[in-house]
């Protein structure tokens, strides 16, 4: 059958409603995280980035599987450190 994704902001609370609601996948928006990194605020953009990391692991706890990336650029993000939701 299909698989059922969600595309949510990196927000626990969206999360868990989209556990209860049975999906599968969720992709969390990187857009605001674009947005920083693009108006040099990179201490923000360092903190959504961690946002979206924490969700990414509580995604893989819950047993949903996380995605992220819409947005993003080799040179919007350090891809080493995205690398980290999946570990």
């Known amino acids: 059958g299909s698989r059922v994704s969600f595309f949510i902001e990196p927000d626990m609370v969206q999360l868990h409603a989209a556990q209860a609601l049975g999906v599968q996948i969720c992709e969390f928006h990187t857009g605001r995280y674009v947005e920083l990194i693009h108006s040099g605020e990179t201490k923000l953009a ?16 819950i047993g949903i599987e996380p995605q992220a990336g819409h947005g993003l650029t080799s040179s919007s993000a350090c891809l080493r450190r995205l690398q980290r939701c999946a570990a």
């Open 46 to 61: 360092e903190l959504e980035l961690d946002r979206i990391r924490h969700c990414a692991e509580e995604a893989v706890r």
